[in-house]
């Protein structure tokens, strides 16, 4: 099962929808957590829109990138175009991308819009790192 790590700035709104969305959608197909460059605390205005759908995430906090060690991660994803400033060995990883999705923390009124990229993102990884790899026939001859 691959691990996913979901990194943002402060880990308060993007990457704890992402880790909530990542949880419920992808049970038993992938693991998941998320951190931030900093820690801080996760937003209402995130645990309310997740909550507007039927996902609850007031049981998930901020945690720093500091507490991980990327070879414990297959996947790292940046919520916020802070790939730049992550060391390199998380940017190294089998996977990496960088999303760069709106803060809805600066504009509270795009939360909704913001929670539904995440979640179409999140199927669309899901799906990609759980793919069967098949064989390729192998002619002789």
Do not use: Y
Request: aromatic letters at 6%; one cysteine or more.
């Amino acid at each position: 099962m691959k691990r996913v790590m979901f990194v943002c700035k402060k880990n308060s709104a993007r990457s704890q929808m992402a880790e909530g969305f990542a949880k419920t959608l992808g049970k038993g197909k992938i693991e998941v957590i998320s951190s931030g460059l900093e820690a801080s605390q996760v937003r209402p205005e995130a645990i309310a829109t997740m909550k507007e759908i039927g996902i609850d995430i007031t049981d998930q906090h901020s945690k720093p990138l500091s507490d991980f060690q990327a070879q414990d991660f297959d996947v790292v994803i940046s919520l916020c175009g802070c790939g730049v400033n992550l060391p390199p060995e998380w940017v190294t990883r089998e996977v990496f991308e960088d999303w760069q999705l709106d803060d809805p923390a600066e504009q509270p009124e795009i939360f909704p819009r913001v929670r539904d990229e995440i979640k179409e993102r999140v199927i669309q990884l899901i799906e990609s790192v759980n793919k069967e790899i098949t064989p390729t026939s192998i002619q002789f001859g």
